[in-house]
């Protein structure tokens, strides 16, 4: 059975000028962590309120644990755990008081489920009686994850939890996730994050609210047509430039530390032939090699047309 059925759900705004998202159409299966994967403005958060029952869909229909997101949306709300992007919990409670609060509504409390939420708890208990809103952003993001989790919830939703958290929590934040999949709670994620992407079991990539590909991390990869080439050299800004005015480019984008490159043609004197003519133009510390094309170099191929 599947944990989440989106068929055609399609939300606008504005009386209906603004599209946010348009005829979007995937499932999630029970246990599953499932990633929706985008950058800011692509509908991601408009497709997690309606699913939650914030918002009325504009045409489509959807379940979450069986229940109709229209007629039923009291059932979905008794059976879920939201995390919206922007920490939400009162800032003047301290992290036991809202943990509390959250355990309260549910009708349940913090001893009942504490199991679930162990992991987690134990690394904001030492500051429980700590308000909120002095917490830094890694022990926000775990305080909200546990008060998400506080009534044991089928599904749970995160709409981009790691925005704006450093490195190191990201990290540790994508390891209780991977526990809570395997205690059999279903995960639906989002995040702009394309390294974040890997780490779930399916990925929808979205743009525009239209949702251009769904497939496991390592498929989507390997989906990319053609090769995709590495290139370094001392003028970063320059070799852009220059790469872009080459005749034998097909695409090329600043990732990270090099340029990703693909040529029009696929033929192996395409190096030698790029080399030389850098070389004569004046770069140094030359590197070019071949790589695996990635989630991003992929979202960029494919939600080309919808930019022109």
Request: charged share 25%; net charge negative; with cysteine.
């Amino acid at each position: 059975m599947d944990a989440i059925t989106l068929d055609n759900i399609t939300k606008t705004y504005n009386k209906g000028k603004v599209l946010a998202v348009d005829k979007a159409t995937f499932t999630v299966a029970e246990g599953e962590m499932f990633g929706l994967i985008g950058p800011d403005g692509a509908g991601k958060t408009s497709i997690f309120r309606v699913l939650t029952t914030l918002l009325l869909p504009d045409g489509g229909s959807g379940t979450v644990a069986g229940f109709d997101i229209v007629d039923q949306y009291k059932e979905i709300r008794n059976c879920i755990g939201y995390m919206p992007g922007k920490f939400s919990l009162y800032q003047d409670l301290s992290v036991e008081e809202n943990l509390k609060f959250f355990a309260t509504i549910f009708e349940t409390t913090i001893e009942e489920n504490y199991e679930l939420i162990k992991d987690i708890y134990i690394q904001i208990e030492p500051f429980k009686t700590r308000r909120a809103g002095k917490l830094s952003g890694g022990m926000k993001q775990k305080l909200a994850l546990c008060c998400a989790l506080i009534h044991k919830p089928k599904v749970l939703f995160l709409d981009e939890p790691t925005t704006g958290v450093d490195a190191v929590s990201r990290v540790e934040f994508w390891e209780m996730l991977k526990r809570l999949k395997h205690q059999g709670i279903t995960i639906l994620v989002s995040t702009p994050y394309m390294d974040e992407a890997v780490l779930c079991d399916r990925i929808a990539l979205i743009q525009d609210g239209k949702i251009l590909s769904i497939d496991s991390s390592e498929n989507t990869m390997k989906k990319y047509p053609g090769r995709m080439y590495a290139v370094h050299s001392l003028n970063m800004h320059k070799l852009l430039k220059d790469l872009r005015s080459y005749p034998d480019t097909l695409s090329c984008f600043t990732f990270g530390d090099s340029m990703h490159l693909t040529f029009r043609e696929d033929n192996d004197g395409n190096v030698t032939r790029l080399n030389e003519y850098l070389n004569n133009i004046g770069h140094t510390n030359l590197e070019i090699k071949e790589i695996q094309a990635g989630i991003e170099d992929y979202f960029i191929k494919i939600s080309e047309p919808a930019h022109g």
